[in-house]
C-alpha cells in the first residue's frame, strides 16, 4: 500500500523557518507530480507548491520566494522549505503523490499524507 508520512510542522515564530518532510513507501515516485498542500480551520485545502517527475516546481504565489520545494527519488522523499513564515501559513500541511487531472493546485491527487501541523506566532 501507498502511504505518505508528513513530518518536521511545529510551531515557529514569524519569519521563522521550518523543514517539512513527506517519506513515500509502498511504490516509486519518480513518475508522479507531487504536491503540498495547506489546510486551515474552515477554509479549503490549498495548493503550496507542486514538482513534476522531470524536477520543475511551482508555487502559489503567495509563498514564491519564501518557500522551496524538492524531491529525491532515490530516497522517495519530498521536503518543502519554508522561510519567512508569516501568521497566515499556520496550517496543516500535507503531501500529496499522483496528480490525477491537469491542475496542480487542486487537490485531485491519488494519494495523501495525514498531514503535520504549521504553527506561526
Known amino acids: 500500500d501507498v502511504q505518505l508520512v508528513e513530518s518536521g510542522g511545529g510551531s515557529v515564530q514569524a519569519g521563522g523557518s521550518l523543514r517539512l518532510a513527506c517519506a513515500a513507501s509502498g511504490g516509486t515516485i519518480s513518475m508522479y507530480c507531487m504536491g503540498w498542500f495547506c489546510q486551515a480551520p474552515g477554509k479549503e485545502r490549498e495548493g503550496v507548491a507542486a514538482?513534476?517527475?522531470?524536477?520543475?516546481?511551482d508555487y502559489a504565489d503567495s509563498v514564491k520566494g519564501r518557500f522551496t520545494i524538492s524531491r529525491d527519488n532515490a530516497k522517495a522523499t519530498l521536503t518543502l522549505e519554508m522561510s519567512s513564515l508569516m501568521p497566515e501559513d499556520a496550517a496543516k500541511y500535507y503531501c500529496?503523490?499522483?496528480?490525477?487531472?491537469?491542475?496542480?493546485?487542486?487537490?485531485?491527487?491519488?494519494?495523501w499524507g495525514q498531514g503535520t501541523q504549521v504553527t506561526v506566532s
Open positions: 514538482i513534476d517527475s522531470d524536477g520543475s516546481p
Open positions: 500529496a503523490k499522483d496528480l490525477l487531472s491537469g491542475d496542480w493546485r487542486e487537490p485531485v491527487y491519488k494519494f
